[in-house]
């Protein structure tokens, strides 16, 4: 699976949007791009992934440019509860298992 | 629905002692993953299964054993536990729907061992 990286930390306004890179520029064409959070002392969580397209649903948005060597997860409207760490995983269709990395963690202030 | 559950929520062993972690998911999902968290390390995987009595070897699956005898449950069991097992243990499943079907994770079992 191809490596990402992902700023250790960012910071956020409450009501905010929060934009989270994520460079992966050894992606390979069957490669999705998965995002996960972890708040803290729970199990990961689920975000959203994708190809090549750009996608929506009612958690955030995930932008992916046209070369597909980077990603942005959006949060339209950041809020307390969102202050989490973000995992940005790059994954294989035959790769049964996630790699998860140091993530970035967003803290959301008020 | 449930989703994926763990039980116990938290357990404190001595060295030497055995134990078993049950996950169960109750969303018909064929395949079922054991990771550990430590801190600084992320989470590694232990073992996973493919499908019902099925099971396979993850990045980190020494002094672990796991049994997969019913599709909705995969347990993972210490035989001797170490003080170096002493880690938050994270289940996680997902269905068959090609390899772009998200993981879901249970809430973790903390592990310490003395």
């Known amino acids: 699976d191809a490596k990402t990286t992902q700023p250790p930390s960012m910071d956020c306004a409450e009501g905010r949007a929060a934009n989270l890179p994520c460079n992966h520029s050894t992606i390979s064409g069957n490669e999705y791009v998965y995002w996960y959070r972890q708040i803290h002392s729970q199990g990961p969580q689920y975000i959203i992934h994708g190809l090549k397209n750009n996608e929506t649903n009612e958690m955030a948005s995930l932008i992916i440019t046209e070369d597909r060597k980077s990603s942005t997860l959006i949060l339209p409207h950041a809020t307390l509860r969102d202050t989490a760490v973000y995992y940005c995983i790059v994954k294989g269709g035959s790769n049964y298992k996630l790699t998860f990395g140091k993530g970035t963690l967003l803290t959301v202030n008020p | 629905n449930a989703g994926v559950t763990q039980t116990p929520k938290f357990r404190v062993l001595k060295t030497g002692q055995s134990m078993t972690l049950l996950c169960a998911q109750d969303?018909?999902?064929?395949?079922m993953y054991w990771y550990r968290q430590d801190p600084g390390m992320g989470l590694r995987l232990i073992h996973y299964s493919v499908g019902e009595g099925t099971t396979a070897k993850g990045e980190v699956p020494d002094g672990y054993n796991v049994s997969r005898l019913k599709k909705q449950n995969f347990l993972l069991g210490l035989e001797s536990a170490a003080p170096s097992q002493t880690s938050v243990y994270f289940c996680a499943s997902r269905d068959l729907a090609g390899g772009r079907s998200a993981q879901y994770f249970g809430p973790g079992t903390r592990l310490l061992v003395l």
């Open positions: 969303m018909n999902h064929e395949y």
